[in-house]
């Protein structure tokens, strides 16, 4: 009995004493603390979960509350190691509750207070910076977390513990005396995984551009976690690695050839942590060609008409190839296919040449050259021409020439003494008409004529048929100087009533003006000597005024410029030849 009252009185002994420890160590921490820094510490708590080894990852170990009743600051923070092997750590981490006492911690959303710096010891410091502020009477929860090491070994214990004067706050150290609460961790291998990853959704069949990329787009999940994921073109047995985004997404960009219109077949393969895999089907990206070809079709060309122009189309390219090329040569007429086609223009003119090039997927381009084909053909030469000497002077006329341009330019007149040429051309400038007087001529001679046809290119056609006339005919030679000048002013006339592209209006006005002239010579025949000059002075006066008004006319493009010089020119000769009778 007294040995179980002894046991029974030791037990109590025991259960006081380390009641009274444990107590007077709590009221001793508290006292020193409240004398010091006024902090008290509601909760130290060991989180210390096991720790599976997958990487360096953030893992809580101890979590604290403390009441500040000064608002002082949480300067520094000292955290013991007691594991197995100190490199089992990377870094220490201090977190702060974001909302405040009572929370689970979260690395997203908890405030990084600060990190160790590295360390050989199994001491790890942190400082605080800028220091941590209490609010006044706030409970505050603090972590310790610690970055396991990928060098971690398995079946290690990871334990941290706060030792007195560990914490300083408001330049005060604590806890003052005493060990809080500790954990520990171990650290553990792997579990193994057997189940692959699964492909939720992969961009499938798609279509592509030459010379552009395809995006390829893999969404996968995993009971674990999906690392990485491969993308293999063409029965490529590498692969190639596809790009990560958020929510186990992967991106790769496939490069669609500029010179081929060939389908491209791909697979992509995703893979988890433990090694597992999981492959799609083989899908293919349909190539479509949108690049239209070049089109060159060469450089500009002069040549004549009737000849064999040549074309080449060889400097044209596509990316693919060009099937095709369609000539169309501008003249109503001529197409061609073919890179190298010919081509004959009956006709001079300038032509514009068109060549489409088109690709196997019906892409096209154009280009085009100019073609100016020259005129060496002649025109006919004129006909009928036929020659009667009058009044001094030769009236010359003929049939009109044609030319494939649509119209002559003009005629040259030829005259001879002999038949056959060689002729002396008479005019200085073309003849638009088909008549010409030739009031230079000898009296008692023999002239033989001849006349040609001249187009816009410059090309004269044949002489016509000879026309030969005697100064010495049958018709008497004039009897005075008048009758010669009438005979000029009369043939002159004929020539305006003759013209056709001359407004009607306007050959009235010029053939009244020449009516007049030959209305005052023929009164000057019948004058003296003194009332014949003033005639002849107004006769010469009327025709100077029939010069302004060809030239007039002329400016407004009334009167062609080479019937204004012919005319102007004859009207001169008459007005020199009574010049000549007056000063006589």
């Given at each position: 009995m007294e040995k179980k009252s002894f046991i029974f009185g030791l037990k109590w002994c025991c259960a006081f004493l380390m009641l009274l420890a444990t107590y007077g160590l709590m009221f001793g921490a508290v006292a020193n603390a409240a004398t010091s820094t006024t902090l008290t510490t509601s909760d130290i708590a060991d989180l210390t979960p096991d720790y599976v080894r997958t990487g360096t990852q953030k893992v809580p170990m101890l979590t604290l509350t403390l009441t500040d009743a000064l608002a002082e600051e949480f300067t520094k923070a000292k955290i013991r190691y007691s594991g197995t092997d100190k490199s089992d750590i990377s870094a220490v981490h201090l977190y702060a509750e974001s909302t405040g006492s009572g929370g689970s911690f979260d690395p997203?959303?908890?405030?990084?207070?600060?990190?160790?710096?590295?360390?050989?010891?199994?001491?790890?410091?942190?400082?605080?910076?800028?220091?941590?502020?209490?609010?006044?009477?706030?409970?505050?929860?603090?972590?310790?977390?610690?970055?396991?090491?990928?060098?971690?070994?398995?079946?290690?214990?990871?334990?941290l513990r706060i030792y007195k004067s560990d914490l300083t706050i408001g330049g005060n150290d604590w806890p003052d005396e005493g060990i809080n609460p500790d954990g520990s961790s171990t650290i553990q291998s792997l579990?193994?995984?057997?189940?692959?990853?699964?492909?939720?959704?992969?961009?499938?069949?798609t279509s592509g551009t030459t010379g552009e990329v395809t995006t390829i787009t893999v969404v996968a999940t995993d009971n674990?976690?999906?690392?990485?994921?491969?993308?293999?073109?063409?029965?490529d047995t590498a692969g190639l690695d596809m790009a990560e985004s958020p929510d186990n997404t992967f991106t790769f960009d496939v490069p669609v050839p500029s010179d081929s219109t060939e389908n491209i077949a791909y697979q992509v393969t995703i893979y988890d942590q433990a090694g597992n895999s999981a492959a799609s089907n083989i899908y293919t990206v349909t190539v479509t060609d949108n690049d239209d070809p070049v089109a060159e079709?060469?450089?500009?060309?002069?040549?004549?008409?009737?000849?064999?122009?040549?074309?080449?189309a060889s400097g044209s390219s596509d990316n693919i190839g060009i099937v095709s090329y369609q000539w169309n040569f501008g003249d109503g007429v001529g197409t061609a296919s073919g890179s190298s086609p010919t081509y004959i223009y009956p006709e001079p003119g300038t032509y514009t040449v068109t060549l489409t090039a088109a690709d196997a997927a019906g892409n096209t381009s154009l280009d085009s050259l100019v073609v100016t084909v020259l005129d060496i053909t002649p025109p006919t030469a004129p006909t009928n021409l036929s020659a009667t000497y009058s009044g001094g002077a030769v009236s010359l006329s003929w049939q009109a020439s044609s030319d494939n341009s649509g119209s002559v330019a003009g005629y040259n007149?030829?005259?001879?003494?002999?038949s056959g040429g060689p002729y002396e051309k008479l005019n200085s400038?073309?003849?638009?008409?088909?008549?010409?007087?030739?009031?230079?001529?000898?009296?008692?001679?023999?002239?033989h004529y001849v006349v040609t046809a001249i187009d816009a290119a410059g090309n004269e056609s044949g002489y016509s048929n000879e026309?030969?006339?005697?100064?010495?005919?049958?018709?008497?030679?004039?009897?005075?100087?008048?009758?010669?000048?009438?005979?000029?002013?009369?043939?002159?006339?004929?020539?305006?009533?003759?013209?056709?592209d001359i407004p009607k209006g306007i050959k009235t006005s010029l053939v009244s003006k020449l009516s007049a002239a030959e209305s005052k010579l023929f009164q000057a025949?019948?004058?003296?000597?003194?009332?014949?000059a003033e005639l002849l002075k107004a006769a010469s006066n009327t025709l100077r005024a029939f010069q302004n008004a060809l030239r007039a006319q002329s400016g407004k493009g009334k009167i062609r410029e080479d019937h204004c010089d012919s005319w102007s020119n004859q009207a001169e000769t008459v007005r020199s030849e009574l010049q000549e009778i007056i000063g006589s």
């Open positions: 997203a959303t908890d405030i990084l207070l600060g990190t160790s710096s590295p360390t050989t010891t199994t001491v790890f410091t942190i400082n605080l910076g800028p220091a941590f502020a209490f609010r006044p009477n706030v409970p505050q929860q603090f972590y310790f977390v610690v970055d396991i090491a990928d060098t971690a070994l398995e079946g290690n214990i990871v334990d579990p193994t995984d057997s189940t692959p990853p699964v492909i939720n959704s992969v961009t499938g069949n674990v976690d999906v690392v990485s994921a491969k993308i293999f073109i063409d029965g079709a060469g450089a500009d060309q002069t040549v004549d008409e009737d000849t064999t122009v040549s074309f080449d007149i030829y005259r001879s003494t002999s400038s073309l003849l638009v008409a088909t008549n010409y007087l030739d009031a230079g001529v000898a009296v008692g001679s023999t002239y026309a030969v006339v005697s100064s010495t005919g049958s018709e008497p030679p004039p009897e005075n100087e008048l009758d010669e000048i009438q005979g000029l002013l009369a043939a002159l006339k004929a020539q305006i009533q003759d013209s056709t025949e019948e004058e003296g000597n003194a009332a014949q």
